[in-house]
């Protein structure tokens, strides 16, 4: 069995995908393609590598995850988790070879890896973006997925984790392009609405959110504070706590537009989303009502 494979998610990523595999050739380990219908050169990127290539439709990202999970033929203790445009810097990949050889943190389900945002360019080192710890690297047997997570799926684990000291970058140069930065981020937009609306009516997460528990169970706590934040109001207060309380103007100009679009604009998208969605599920309960309490008397005069 091998120590370690590698699963990538991709779809049009002949921009990407090179720098992601290119990262990856110290690990001299399995990688497994997901595609979901690629019009592009991504998938003879991906064989030309070496890559085992298969397909399976897109719906979301944590069902895509899952049907990789279960369906790919992985032998191996440990899986590297990534998006095509994440790449390895050459520290992290030494770190991952020792942290996953034979013998070594037997005790551990899975491991946080530190990722380096980078936005047309420019690296968003402050507003609170840098570091940022994700789930990418853990033990298939251990891994949890949280069918509500429409957007930004996770890997939950079942077990003991830790932070690896160096970085994951992710770099996707198709959003060098604004308009495509701006047109994913409205679709994002649609599904986060309807994701806090489906929150508001199910039980809490399969992980139990702490302030002092993991990054996960840090996010899930501050993300139950955010629902209960006022509409609106919240993507303000929040731009201006990034912006200004943690520094988000010294990422430059740059950062000024990654900053604003991503932590006002994006925000108030969801909010003004969510509110439409919110008054038509009580117009909706309200036409019920009214028909339910509707005596019979008057509902036999109406068709009569």
């Given at each position: 069995?091998?120590?370690?494979?590698?699963?990538?998610?991709?779809?049009?990523?002949?921009?990407?995908l090179?720098?992601?595999?290119?990262?990856?050739?110290?690990?001299?380990?399995?990688?497994?393609?997901?595609?979901?219908?690629?019009?592009?050169?991504?998938?003879?990127?991906?064989?030309?590598?070496?890559?085992?290539?298969y397909?399976?439709?897109?719906?979301?990202?944590?069902?895509?995850?899952?049907?990789?999970?279960?369906?790919l033929?992985?032998?191996?203790?440990?899986?590297?988790?990534?998006?095509?445009?994440?790449?390895?810097?050459?520290?992290?990949?030494?770190?991952?070879?020792?942290?996953?050889?034979?013998?070594?943190?037997?005790?551990?389900?899975?491991?946080?890896?530190?990722?380096?945002?980078?936005?047309?360019?420019?690296?968003?080192?402050?507003?609170?973006?840098?570091?940022?710890?994700?789930?990418?690297?853990?033990?298939?047997?251990?891994?949890?997925?949280?069918?509500?997570?429409?957007?930004?799926?996770?890997?939950?684990?079942?077990?003991?984790?830790?932070?690896?000291?160096?970085d994951?970058?992710?770099?996707?140069?198709?959003?060098?392009?604004?308009?495509?930065?701006?047109?994913?981020?409205?679709?994002?937009?649609?599904?986060?609405?309807?994701?806090?609306?489906?929150?508001?009516?199910?039980?809490?997460s399969?992980?139990r959110?702490?302030?002092?528990?993991?990054?996960?169970?840090?996010?899930?706590?501050?993300?139950?504070?955010?629902?209960?934040c006022?509409?609106?109001?919240?993507?303000?207060?929040?731009?201006?706590?990034?912006?200004?309380?943690?520094?988000?103007?010294?990422?430059?100009?740059?950062?000024?537009?990654?900053?604003f679009?991503?932590?006002?604009?994006?925000?108030?998208?969801?909010?003004?989303?969510?509110?439409?969605?919110?008054?038509?599920?009580?117009?909706?309960?309200?036409?019920i009502?009214?028909?339910?309490?509707?005596?019979?008397?008057?509902?036999?005069?109406k068709?009569?």
């Amino acid at each position: 069995m091998n120590q370690l494979s590698v699963v990538i998610l991709t779809f049009n990523e002949e921009g990407n995908l090179p720098v992601c595999l290119d990262s990856l050739q110290p690990l001299a380990c399995p990688v497994f393609i997901v595609d979901s219908g690629s019009s592009d050169r991504t998938l003879d990127i991906a064989r030309r590598y070496g890559a085992a290539v298969y397909q399976h439709a897109f719906e979301n990202h944590t069902q895509q995850w899952s049907w990789a999970l279960a369906n790919l033929p992985i032998r191996s203790h440990w899986i590297l988790a990534l998006d095509a445009d994440q790449r390895l810097t050459p520290e992290l990949a030494q770190e991952i070879l020792a942290e996953t050889m034979p013998g070594a943190n037997e005790h551990l389900a899975g491991m946080f890896l530190n990722r380096r945002q980078i936005f047309r360019g420019r690296w968003i080192k402050h507003g609170g973006y840098y570091p940022k710890y994700l789930l990418k690297l853990f033990r298939p047997e251990c891994v949890q997925f949280d069918s509500l997570d429409l957007v930004d799926h996770h890997f939950y684990i079942d077990g003991k984790t830790r932070k690896l000291k160096h970085d994951l970058i992710e770099a996707n140069v198709k959003e060098n392009d604004i308009a495509f930065w701006i047109e994913k981020h409205n679709r994002y937009s649609t599904l986060l609405a309807s994701e806090e609306l489906l929150r508001s009516a199910h039980a809490a997460s399969i992980v139990r959110p702490s302030l002092g528990g993991n990054p996960d169970q840090r996010v899930l706590m501050l993300k139950g504070i955010w629902r209960k934040c006022p509409l609106l109001f919240r993507s303000v207060a929040y731009f201006f706590y990034r912006y200004v309380f943690l520094g988000g103007w010294r990422d430059g100009e740059q950062g000024f537009v990654f900053h604003f679009l991503q932590g006002f604009w994006f925000r108030l998208l969801i909010d003004i989303k969510l509110r439409d969605l919110l008054q038509q599920a009580a117009a909706e309960r309200d036409y019920i009502s009214g028909c339910i309490t509707q005596s019979p008397h008057s509902a036999a005069r109406k068709y009569s």
